[in-house]
């Protein structure tokens, strides 16, 4: 598959347990973050989303936690499966009516059976 | 399968030269989002096309050009190529602009040599 990046941070976990992805954004002026998956040879794909106003969010095993006062995004996934092994990454953007989002290097999640 | 289509899957070409990459996006969708990503600089946003028009740009250069076409179709066109261009090339589209889920197609390797 294709690689989508050299020297990642990676986080190994056993199927089962609960995972937790970090990301430290830089824009104090951003007001929404969108997590994003790419599994090898595709393209990304959306997980989840979290406006400014709020500071977590959950999904189908996912939850967005946001800390806006240390520019800090994290996402949980519940119960990891070898399927979620992928590279993870966060975007940021000061939506203002645009979309001109900036892009985390990711993390590559690796879930062992 | 995301819905959006992208051709070519691959392409190699020389420096100095010219290409054109296509994007068509899931039915009814009429915004279509550019992308590059690189092991170097990762994913980064280029431009933005609603219903037609140009909605946002990002970190595209001038070599670069985009347009969406009636039928909703878009084209990337990178002209003047050079060895840093080779990358990744994604396109996504949403249903409407601002901060829509995007649906991201498979890419289109560029290679230039």
């Known amino acids: 598959g294709e690689s989508v990046g050299l020297h990642l941070p990676t986080l190994s976990v056993q199927e089962g347990d609960n995972s937790i992805i970090n990301c430290a954004y830089s824009?104090?002026?951003?007001?929404?973050f969108i997590w994003y998956k790419q599994e090898s040879g595709k393209g990304p794909q959306f997980i989840i989303d979290?406006?400014?106003?709020?500071d977590k969010r959950q999904g189908q095993r996912v939850t967005v936690l946001l800390n806006k006062t240390v520019k800090h995004l994290s996402l949980q996934i519940a119960a990891t499966q070898p399927g979620d092994s992928a590279v993870y990454f966060c975007?940021?953007?000061?939506?203002?009516?645009?979309?001109?989002?900036?892009f985390g290097r990711g993390t590559s999640l690796i879930v062992h059976p | 399968d995301s819905g959006v289509t992208q051709t070519p899957k691959h392409l190699i070409t020389a420096t100095g030269q010219r290409v054109t990459l296509r994007c068509s996006p899931r039915?009814?969708?009429?915004?279509v989002y550019w992308y590059q990503q690189s092991l170097d600089q990762g994913l980064q946003f280029l431009i933005q096309y609603y219903n037609g028009e140009e909605r946002a740009k990002g970190n595209i250069l001038e070599r670069f050009s985009a347009q969406q076409f009636p039928d909703l179709h878009s084209e990337l066109n990178l002209s003047s190529l050079e060895l840093g261009d080779s990358a990744l090339y994604f396109c996504?589209?949403?249903?409407?602009?601002?901060?829509?889920?995007?649906?991201f197609g498979p890419g289109t390797r560029l290679t230039v040599l």
């Open positions: 996504a589209s949403s249903p409407r602009t601002g901060l829509d889920e995007q649906f």
């Open positions: 975007a940021e953007n000061v939506s203002g009516g645009s979309y001109i989002p900036t």
């Open positions: 039915s009814g969708d009429l915004s």
């Open positions: 824009n104090s002026a951003s007001d929404y």
């Open positions: 979290i406006r400014s106003n709020m």
